[in-house]
């Protein structure tokens, strides 16, 4: 997973024309770590998407303006517009996870 590092970097990411997923977080969540554990696999199943991730602290006007209020969140996004959120309640498994994408197929 590739870290942005700053708003230019973001815009140009989600600005894709092939979806890419964002994952927001932050360094003190626990929810955060526990989906750093079982995500690899994940990223290597579902390789059609770039994966990048955010620290929602040090960008909190992304977090608001696409309603990032949980974390870890996962956002798709393509040629600049979200299509999916997968919000924090629901990003606690890898069955969870692998549920989101698939119903994004």
Not at 35 to 43: A, R
Not at 70 to 97: C, D, M, R, T, Y
Request: with cysteine.
């Amino acid at each position: 997973m590739k870290a942005i590092t700053t708003q230019e970097q973001f815009n140009e990411v989600i600005g894709s024309e092939q979806a890419v997923i964002v994952k927001f977080y932050a360094g003190w969540c626990p929810d955060c770590t526990r989906m750093n554990m079982f995500i690899d696999p994940i990223i290597q199943e579902y390789s059609q998407y770039e994966w990048y991730e955010i620290n929602r602290d040090d960008f909190p006007e992304i977090a608001e303006k696409y309603q990032v209020m949980g974390i870890p969140s996962l956002l798709i996004f393509k040629n600049g517009e979200k299509l999916a959120h997968l919000h924090s309640a629901n990003a606690k498994s890898p069955e969870q996870v692998t549920e989101f994408l698939n119903a994004q197929a």
